[in-house]
């Protein structure tokens, strides 16, 4: 497995919070939920708006939806939200859908989520869900590709096939609506996240030409 420096996921959480929750203007009651990634048709995010709609219907806690990365597919993800008649927002302003484009430092913008999610067609080894681990946070994503291989299913994340919108969208109104879940899938993935540590690997590497 690959080895990776996540100190950085887990110092100085809260107060890179509360900064990250200040400049994009996110309610103390309001659940941030990201997607993080390059904005491709591989990672399907037509997918995470259908189900961030179907959460909109059904839960009475506010949420947020940022769309955090740039891409080939960003004007046909605009113009998906504005058919459905959602807002959005590509600045600051506060809006249901927050397109962000490339953050640098991903590191405050795991502090600030509330949900992680992954929705693609497929993966080979996603960094996103190692990241949101390190970080600390719940995941919903598909089953796809090399995922099984980094997270636990329903102990890190809740998992849904491809395009199984009514699976995916009732697994992340079940993270929304129950914060001991998400404090849970939390705890357990602060622990995960130890299998990707660059010191690990360097173990690893060290026994190997022993």
Not at 1 to 20: A, I, V, Y
Not at 63 to 91: P, V
């Amino acid at each position: 497995p690959l080895g990776f420096d996540l100190e950085r996921f887990n110092t100085n959480k809260e107060s890179k919070r509360k900064k990250f929750r200040e400049k994009w203007k996110i309610k103390e009651n309001e659940i941030a939920i990201g997607i993080i990634g390059r904005l491709a048709p591989i990672k399907n995010h037509f997918f995470f708006i259908d189900a961030i709609q179907e959460v909109l219907k059904k839960s009475d806690i506010p949420i947020r939806a940022f769309i955090i990365g740039d891409g080939e597919e960003k004007q046909n993800i605009i113009n998906y939200i504005k058919n459905k008649n959602l807002d959005f927002s590509l600045g600051n302003s506060s809006a249901t859908f927050q397109l962000t484009s490339w953050i640098k430092e991903v590191d405050k913008v795991y502090s600030g989520m509330d949900i992680i999610c992954l929705t693609s067609l497929n993966e080979g080894t996603p960094v996103s869900l190692i990241e949101a681990q390190a970080s600390g946070k719940p995941i919903v994503s598909t089953k796809t590709g090399g995922i099984e291989n980094i997270v636990l299913e329903n102990k890190t994340a809740l998992l849904s096939k491809k395009n199984d919108l009514y699976d995916f969208s009732n697994k992340l109104l079940d993270l929304v609506n129950d914060s001991e879940k998400r404090n849970l899938l939390s705890k357990h993935g602060l622990e995960k996240s130890k299998d990707f540590h660059y010191s690990r690997l360097i173990d690893e590497i060290k026994k190997l030409y022993e």
